[in-house]
């Protein structure tokens, strides 16, 4: 009985791992996708604050990662039309390479058609054009409460997306005193 119980109690905890990272994944994409007007650094630090603090229940900075990035069409109209990652920023201290960009990096797709679109392949998205999109990857190891016999530590990904409103660059801007949050960096 105890042994059920136990499994019983792993398996919702992993259930609801799982639903904590979806959560993070839309609402730092949604949250990034709503800041008006222009998008600075700092803007771009709370949006991954917000997604960290989403995960605290999970330690979510320690053992996940977020990979914000920027979207738009690249402007060409014959063969070399496509999309372009025109910034990216990250968060987390999660270093596999399921936690790294799985599409491309900032820059990609700016002078050809090597991006076409962002996600797994049957479930791809790109922005429209003259709009732009924010795309977010999201991945934790799975930290079991029981022990990790009975699901290891495999690692949960999500990915969401929503379209900029009503913001009218989409160049990242500098903030006096505000630290760009490096895809190359791995912390808490």
Not at 69 to 86: C, E
Request: aromatic share 6%; with cysteine; proline share 5%.
């Amino acid at each position: 009985m105890l042994t059920v119980l136990l499994f019983g109690l792993e398996l919702c905890n992993y259930g609801i791992s799982i639903l904590r990272v979806h959560q993070i994944a839309a609402t730092t994409a949604d949250n990034a996708a709503r800041v008006r007007d222009s998008i600075s650094e700092a803007d771009v630090n709370e949006v991954l604050l917000g997604g960290k603090i989403v995960g605290e229940p999970m330690d979510f900075a320690g053992s996940g990662r977020i990979v914000v990035s920027d979207v738009t069409p690249n402007g060409f109209s014959d063969g070399r039309r496509g999309q372009r990652i025109v910034w990216q920023r990250c968060a987390g201290a999660l270093n596999v390479p399921e936690s790294q960009p799985q599409y491309g990096t900032s820059g990609k797709g700016t002078s050809d058609a090597t991006l076409q679109a962002m996600g797994v392949p049957g479930n791809q998205i790109a922005a429209s054009d003259n709009t732009a999109m924010v795309f977010v990857e999201v991945s934790y190891r799975y930290k079991p409460i029981v022990s990790s016999m009975l699901f290891g530590t495999p690692i949960i990904r999500s990915e969401a997306s929503f379209p900029v409103r009503e913001r009218t660059s989409e160049t990242l801007n500098p903030t006096p005193g505000a630290t760009a949050s490096a895809c190359s960096v791995f912390q808490s």
